[in-house]
């Protein structure tokens, strides 16, 4: 068994930042890619940022500058640090980790149950 954890979430005036974390447990041999993803009501889940095991990024563009994605392999953790936030950063933020687990030996992409982040205008 896997799990994927988020917390850090709150709410925040615009302008404010907010420190998201997400740790994977579990039955665990390797992690590749972990991510933050982010969804509103009658959107579609959309990628925040990820980060590989060797520590590539990538952003989306509407958070680059403002956003940074870093992560701690020996802790199985990646974080989020969110800067200026807007009002349009309101949603639930999703972390996913990318894997493989120990017994059996499978490719997993394990999701966390999200965390809220309001900004309020």
């Known amino acids: 068994q896997v799990q994927v954890v988020e917390s850090g979430g709150g709410l925040v005036q615009a302008g404010g930042s907010l420190r998201l974390s997400c740790s994977a447990s579990?039955?665990?041999?390797?992690?590749?890619?972990m991510g933050w993803y982010r969804q509103t009501p009658g959107k579609q889940r959309e990628l925040v940022a990820d980060?590989?095991?060797?520590?590539?990024?990538n952003y989306a563009d509407s958070v680059k500058g403002r956003f940074t994605i870093s992560r701690d392999n020996a802790k199985n953790t990646v974080y989020l640090q969110l800067n200026s936030l807007k009002p349009e950063d309101t949603a639930v933020y999703y972390c996913?980790?990318?894997?493989?687990?120990?017994?059996?030996?499978?490719?997993?992409?394990?999701w966390g149950q999200g965390t809220l982040v309001t900004v309020s205008s």
């Open positions: 579990g039955s665990i041999f390797s992690i590749d890619a």
């Open positions: 980060i590989t095991s060797g520590g590539r990024t």
């Open positions: 996913k980790a990318e894997l493989t687990d120990i017994i059996p030996t499978r490719y997993l992409e394990v």
